[in-house]
């Protein structure tokens, strides 16, 4: 006869929902040609570009979408590299502030 104690049921948070979460608060787009990266802060939905440990620009977003400054960067600069979670970002941003991305 076992004398294990059976494994209690703890709330567990699914890995999308923390992914999700973790998206809406902030994330990387990317890097632009010059060499600058671009950061995505939910909290102040706000980009912040920087180079280094150099603050670059500070870009509040005002409620406009985050793909509004993505493409911007595509104009101006064009992008290096994209972050990892950035096409993510992007598709959960629009669809928070109920803008086509």
């Known amino acids: 006869m076992s004398t294990r104690k059976a494994a209690t ?18 994330f990387s787009l990317g890097v632009d040609k010059e060499g600058y990266t671009h950061h995505y802060y939910q909290p102040a939905d706000a980009v912040v570009v920087h180079c280094c440990r150099e603050l670059e620009h500070y870009q509040p977003l005002d409620g406009r979408p985050l793909s509004h400054w993505h493409q911007y960067v595509a104009q101006k600069r064009g992008w290096k590299s994209m972050g990892q979670l950035a096409h993510a ?4 941003d629009a669809r928070q502030k109920g803008a086509q991305a």
């Open 9 to 26: 049921q703890e709330p567990t948070v699914s890995l999308l929902s923390h992914f999700t979460r973790a998206l809406t608060r902030s």
């Open 89 to 92: 970002g992007l598709r959960i």
